[in-house]
């Protein structure tokens, strides 16, 4: 495994990271989970991604029953808070109140005296952005988490948060947490490199399409057990699974990663890691093998020919 530092920050987390969005509390239970994550650690991943909404609460709930095992200095916890918890009108968005609240409770449903990093998982238009970032600063000088970040926010909303931060003398954000990958690639213009300036890192989500990059699409079947397969986890993906088109290109790229003993999944995530803006991968594999699988990712070396057949790919 290699290690990328987070944008500017002095911390380093694994280029593949392990994410539970989707797969804990839904294809991956307790023992399995425990079993996915120590592979996970043995194997150098050092990042594990979660947040309050995935499965409401359960996702962090499972981690609670597996983190605290480990050795804390050694594993990097991320998490995150937006979305509505309950149906109360003070359970959202990121006013003082649902910032502090949420990561109180995730604090507590992880059984951790502290996150390393807490994201504000979209931009909320109906708060006063200095009265989040505030929020957000008080809880680091708590130590109840030690870095933040933004997730799926503007290139214009992210300079502004580090504008404000450097006026006020508050901690900036350190890490933007984009969907991207060879299907999605819309970052590219101007999110990625406005974090890049800003000294912020990358970690993105979804590098695989939720699955579609692993190849196991071709042509439009949908193997029985599969996400696609499940109207509970499949509504990212159902669009792709109809475009020929984009089936056909994830086909082309079987040989180009045959050339470097590879497989699909793992060249569309050593793809990604070419590119040094991008600190770390967020995979969400439901088994060990997947696991296994993906991280061979780390560490490969791809063509500057090979690089710009994909990129006509996509």
């Known amino acids: 495994m290699e290690y990328r530092r987070l944008g500017r920050s002095g911390l380093k987390v694994s280029e593949i990271a392990y994410g539970s969005w989707l797969t804990f509390a839904n294809q991956v239970e307790l023992d399995n989970g425990k079993e996915i994550v120590t592979r996970a650690l043995e194997l150098g991943v050092n990042y594990i991604d979660t947040a309050d909404v995935y499965a409401n609460g359960a996702a962090e709930n499972l981690?609670?029953?597996?983190?605290?095992?480990?050795?804390r200095s050694q594993i990097v916890v991320a998490t995150k808070a937006f979305w509505p918890m309950t149906?109360?009108?003070?359970?959202?968005?990121?006013?003082?109140?649902?910032?502090?609240?949420?990561?109180?409770?995730?604090?507590?449903?992880?059984?951790?005296?502290?996150?390393?990093?807490?994201?504000?998982?979209?931009?909320?238009?109906?708060?006063?952005?200095?009265?989040?970032?505030?929020?957000?600063?008080?809880?680091?000088?708590?130590?109840?988490?030690?870095?933040?970040?933004?997730?799926?926010?503007?290139?214009?909303?992210?300079?502004?948060a580090f504008q404000i931060c450097s006026q006020r003398g508050w901690h900036p954000p350190v890490v933007n947490q984009p969907n991207y990958s060879l299907v999605v690639r819309g970052i590219e213009k101007e999110i990625l490199p406005t974090c890049n300036a800003l000294g912020m890192g990358t970690a993105n989500f979804s590098p695989l399409a939720q699955g579609v990059l692993t190849g196991k699409y071709s042509g439009g079947a949908v193997p029985e057990g599969s996400r696609g397969s499940n109207d509970e986890l499949n509504m990212h993906m159902?669009?792709?699974?109809?475009?020929?088109?984009?089936?056909?290109?994830?086909?082309?790229?079987?040989?180009?990663?045959?050339?470097?003993?590879?497989?699909?999944?793992?060249?569309?995530?050593?793809?990604?890691?070419?590119?040094?803006?991008?600190?770390?991968?967020?995979?969400?594999?439901?088994?060990?093998?997947?696991?296994?699988?993906?991280?061979?990712?780390?560490?490969?070396?791809?063509?500057?020919?090979?690089?710009?057949?994909?990129?006509?790919?996509?």
Not at 274 to 292: D, K, M, P, T
Request: aromatic letters at 6%; proline letters at 2%.
């Open 87 to 160: 149906d109360a009108p003070t359970d959202r968005g990121l006013s003082r109140k649902h910032v502090t609240d949420s990561l109180l409770a995730s604090l507590e449903r992880l059984h951790l005296d502290y996150v390393d990093i807490f994201y504000c998982h979209r931009y909320d238009e109906e708060t006063p952005l200095e009265e989040t970032i505030e929020a957000i600063d008080d809880l680091i000088r708590r130590g109840k988490t030690l870095y933040w970040g933004t997730s799926e926010w503007s290139a214009e909303q992210i300079a502004t």
């Open 238 to 314: 159902k669009h792709t699974l109809s475009d020929t088109d984009l089936l056909a290109s994830v086909d082309k790229l079987k040989p180009i990663a045959e050339k470097y003993g590879l497989n699909t999944a793992q060249l569309s995530l050593a793809w990604i890691l070419q590119n040094q803006a991008i600190s770390s991968v967020i995979i969400g594999a439901s088994s060990v093998s997947q696991l296994e699988n993906n991280v061979k990712a780390s560490g490969v070396v791809l063509k500057r020919e090979d690089l710009a057949l994909i990129d006509s790919l996509f």
């Open 63 to 71: 981690l609670g029953n597996i983190l605290p095992q480990f050795n």
